[in-house]
């Protein structure tokens, strides 16, 4: 049986040796801003849609760059919620039919359902990484990019992306924040103790 202060000590380690999954963050701030130099060209938004979703494909191999940048730790093998992670990125391939589904039925809504899905994937890291700035950029991005795609003329739709690229670096700098924090409570209270978690 795992206590809540188990999952807390857990959770601080994840924290803190995944640097709150800032390598992730700085990756996808590259990769937007790709996208919203994509959106600046004279070109049809379905085939700037279909430059964005190819782009898309860049972020694991980015994300892995970054890591060795930040010396992040992908993999704690005796943390049994590191592979949690992994599978909440994963989680946001499910909205992917959807996002299908409007780049073939109204392409011009595509970079904005995208981003919406991108922010709102952001929120469970919040739980994950023990960090409210998850929570509050994906409202921020869900929201902002729906607002910005109901308002914005079609040749301002790099808007979107731009937006996100803001977002972004706003939540790369409050990770840093909340990076030094948690390692300095790391550094009280010491790795947790191996818990074995046992599914029937």
């Given at each position: 049986m795992i206590l809540e202060k188990d999952f807390a000590a857990l959770k601080l380690e994840l924290a803190v040796k995944a640097k709150g999954g800032i390598d992730?963050?700085?990756?996808?701030?590259?990769?937007?801003?790709?996208?919203?130099v994509i959106w600046l060209q004279p070109r049809s938004p379905a085939l700037n849609s279909l430059y964005t979703f190819i782009i898309g494909g860049a972020m694991l191999p980015l994300?892995?760059?970054?890591?060795?940048?930040?010396?992040?730790?992908?993999?704690i093998k005796s943390n049994p919620l590191q592979p949690l992670g992994l599978w909440l990125n994963f989680a946001q391939l499910f909205y992917f039919p959807f996002l299908i589904f409007i780049y073939i039925k109204q392409p011009q809504w595509f970079i904005m359902t995208y981003g919406i899905i991108t922010g709102a994937h952001f929120f469970p890291y919040a739980w994950f990484y023990?960090?409210?700035?998850?929570?509050?950029?994906?409202?921020?991005?869900?929201?902002?990019?729906?607002?910005?795609?109901?308002n914005a003329a079609v040749q301002d739709l790099y808007l979107i992306p731009l937006f996100i690229v803001v977002s972004l670096v706003i939540l790369s700098v409050?990770?840093?924040?909340?990076?030094?924090?948690?390692?300095?409570?790391?550094?009280?209270?010491?790795?947790?103790?191996?818990?074995?978690?046992?599914?029937?």
């Open positions: 992730f963050i700085v990756a996808a701030s590259i990769l937007w801003s790709v996208i919203t994300a892995f760059t970054f890591s060795k940048v930040f010396k992040t730790t992908w993999t023990n960090v409210k700035a998850y929570a509050v950029m994906a409202g921020v991005i869900a929201f902002g990019c729906m607002f910005i795609g109901l409050l990770l840093s924040v909340s990076y030094r924090r948690n390692k300095a409570v790391y550094q009280l209270s010491g790795p947790p103790e191996q818990v074995v978690v046992q599914l029937a």
